[in-house]
């Protein structure tokens, strides 16, 4: 039987796939496992890498992803192993994209559904990021930027 966290990404992968169709883009795989990114779509004539990651928000305010690699000679990404993440929460079947060069904290990621406030009141230096504001598959330059 598979790990249920091969189970999870595949699951993930599928319904990253489906919303792309859905936004008029053809989805692209690797013809192999384990490489930089898990979908390609063309946008504007240029090849755009997209990196699928999910999880599951436990309260339905935030839902927070791990931005590392569970099985690679690197856990960590670098800012040219992909164009864009899309994040999949499994408890409101919720897509988002980001453009990855524009994460400054490339670890973990947190979107909330709310705007609740923590009990110590600590926003970070870049506030809080919402998930419905990355529901739309960013626009890239032909620099690769949004």
Known sequence: ?????????????LFVK???????YVP???????????????QNGKLVRIQV????????????????????????????????????DFATNKIAYIDWRSITHKRSITLRYTD??????????NGRLFFDDYREFPVLSRDGAA
């Open 1 to 13: 039987m598979l790990p249920q966290m091969r189970i999870n990404g595949a699951a993930a992968e």
């Open 18 to 24: 489906g919303d792309l169709l859905l936004k008029n």
């Open 28 to 42: 692209f795989e690797p013809a192999m496992d384990n490489t930089e990114c898990d979908i390609a779509v063309i």
């Open 53 to 88: 990651k999910s999880a599951r928000s436990e309260d339905l305010e935030k839902v927070k992803f791990d931005l590392t690699r569970s099985s690679a000679s690197s856990r960590f990404y670098t800012k040219d192993d992909f164009d864009v993440l899309a994040l999949y």
């Open 116 to 125: 609740t406030h923590c009990k110590n009141g600590f926003v970070g230096e």
